[in-house]
């Protein structure tokens, strides 16, 4: 698979390329400032820069860079994310300005490091003074990065570090529960601090004069309110809606009492308020796409075809559903194209087919079968102790943690389902390998971004010990694709777009 593995790897890095966040923020940041005619002689307003998700540090970056280009500079601001910048850029940009404050948050699962973010936020906003321009990036991971909990939450529990507890276990229960990303912070959106524009209505009591909003997607529909929870978007579910939406998951008896009181599950209490869409706050805003999930994919297509890829076929429908179901339907399309090649065809005949999206593994099933594997008390540990951003549960014994990310879970699948193919003696599941990958480069609680697979990794597998079919069913898919030497390691990409496929055939 050396060839094959060589091009896919090279099609990954095409796609977090397309959606690199440097070049494209200061595209945008530079149109939008001219859309506004800001330049050192026309605006004397300081400049608030607020830079939140996975790729905050580029995003800042590009910002600046376009501010720099034209003689201006930031006033203020805060840069949040998930690493240090030289973990994902070394050397290839300018350092920030000091004036900016740096923070870490918690990722995936909210912690105390989201809540000091969250309270170095609001210094942040409390430095903006009136006539101000405020830069809003936002980018995946910014939910969690500077989740906070909102006053009535930390009144309902007698104070701001337990709620703040609460607020993580709000997240584990609606990961456990197998919710898409829009149904997950559609809910958690109601309790953050900075959710569901929050932060646009803060900046707004500040009296800026204008909040320039820059978003990288990380969610399928690209909707600005899901986008990091909607920090400076006004929330599209009505309180009736919120609460059908929890009722459709169940949740009502699922959640601690106290959270369940302030989501107003309790008695005939209402859902915490949120500002309404006609708030002036949302009047300031300007809302960009700086780069989705389609740039990532777009980057790979145009990658292939400068490989000499004959047939680049692209999905209109995102990947979504159960990530394993995912892997296996991929195959089966794979077949019957692999099969429609005439006999001979050259190689210069080979397709891929490209998508991306964000398939789920639900942590429930998991832990059912890890019932089934192992003894109950192994699984009720595995629950106590989820990662929250796989929806799988870390270890469910001692010597044998589960390990994984759902685009593990896809190429494994698809591995598995390209061996079963081939015993059934069809000679074209040889032709297939498959790349699943996140564009962030960590798939789960990982060191990988996904993998490359073909037919051959499960039996490399089984040759250093593992059982695939096992690791898969259990939520150990790492263990498997490491074995077998399948496993996609780059490395914190800086920017987060969801995941990619890409189907390779070769004739």
């Known amino acids: 698979m050396t060839s094959s593995r060589a091009l896919l790897s090279a099609l990954h890095a095409a796609a977090v390329q397309g959606a690199a966040p440097f070049l494209r923020t200061r595209q945008t940041v530079d149109q939008w400032l001219d859309a506004h005619t800001v330049s050192p002689d026309s605006a004397s307003a300081p400049i608030h820069l607020f830079a939140l998700g996975k790729a905050a540090w580029a995003m800042a970056e590009g910002a600046c860079a376009a501010l720099e280009a034209r003689g201006l500079s930031v006033a203020g601001g805060i840069v949040v994310s998930n690493h240090l910048p030289d973990a994902a850029h070394p050397g290839d940009f300018a350092a920030l300005p000091e004036v900016l404050r740096r923070c870490l948050g918690d990722h995936p699962v909210p912690g105390p490091a989201s809540l000091e973010a969250a309270d170095a936020i609001d210094d942040a906003i409390g430095d903006v003074v009136p006539g101000a321009l405020a830069l809003v990036l936002l980018s995946g991971g910014t939910t969690a990065l500077c989740a906070a909990p909102i006053?009535?939450?930390?009144?309902?529990?007698?104070?701001?570090?337990?709620?703040?507890?609460?607020?993580?276990?709000?997240?584990?229960?609606?990961?456990?529960?197998?919710?898409?990303?829009?149904?997950?912070?559609?809910?958690?959106?109601?309790v953050l601090r900075f959710g569901a524009g929050r932060l646009a209505s803060a900046l707004a009591r500040r009296g800026v004069r204008r909040i320039g909003t820059f978003a990288i997607s990380d969610v399928i529909g690209d909707h600005p309110a899901v986008i990091g929870s909607g920090p400076c978007s006004a929330d599209i579910l009505t309180d009736e809606e919120f609460l059908a939406l929890l009722d459709a998951h169940d949740l009502r008896g699922r959640l601690e009492r106290a959270m369940s009181t302030v989501l107003g599950l309790e008695g005939r209490g209402l859902p915490p308020a949120v500002p309404v869409v006609d708030d002036p706050a949302f009047g300031l805003v300007d809302y960009t796409l700086v780069a989705t999930n389609r740039d990532a994919v777009g980057g790979m297509a145009e990658a292939a075809r400068a490989q000499g890829i004959a047939n680049v076929l692209v999905e209109a429908e995102p990947l979504a559903g159960d990530a394993d179901a995912v892997g296996r339907a991929l195959v089966v399309r794979a077949l019957r194209m692999a099969a429609a090649f005439p006999r001979g065809t050259p190689l210069e005949g080979s397709t891929v087919l490209l998508s991306g999206g964000e398939p789920v593994v639900n942590l429930r099933d998991t832990i059912e079968r890890a019932v089934r594997h192992g003894d109950e008390d192994d699984a009720r540990r595995a629950e106590a102790e989820a990662d929250t951003e796989t929806r799988q549960p870390a270890p469910a014994a001692a010597d044998e943690p589960m390990r994984g990310g759902r685009m593990q879970v896809v190429g494994l699948a698809a591995a598995l389902a390209l061996e079963e193919a081939a015993m059934r003696g069809n000679p074209h599941?040889?032709?297939?390998?498959?790349?699943?990958?996140?564009?962030?480069?960590?798939?789960?609680?990982?060191?990988?971004?996904?993998?490359?697979?073909?037919a051959a990794v499960p039996a490399l597998a089984r040759r250093a010990g593992r059982t695939p079919e096992g690791d898969l069913e259990t939520g150990r898919s790492w263990f498997s694709l490491h074995a077998a030497d399948a496993l996609l390691r780059t490395g914190p990409t800086g920017t987060n777009v969801m995941d990619v496929v890409a189907v390779l055939i070769r004739p």
Do not use: F, Y
């Not at 507890?165 to 109601?190: D, F, K, P, W, Y």
């Not at 040889?430 to 990988?448: C, E, M, N």
């Open 151 to 190: 006053p009535a939450l930390s009144q309902a529990v007698g104070d701001t570090d337990r709620a703040q507890a609460h607020v993580a276990n709000l997240a584990q229960t609606l990961l456990e529960s197998g919710l898409a990303i829009h149904e997950m912070n559609a809910i958690r959106r109601r």
């Open 429 to 454: 599941a040889w032709q297939i390998a498959v790349l699943a990958a996140g564009t962030d480069g960590r798939d789960g609680p990982t060191d990988a971004a996904g993998a490359i697979v073909d």
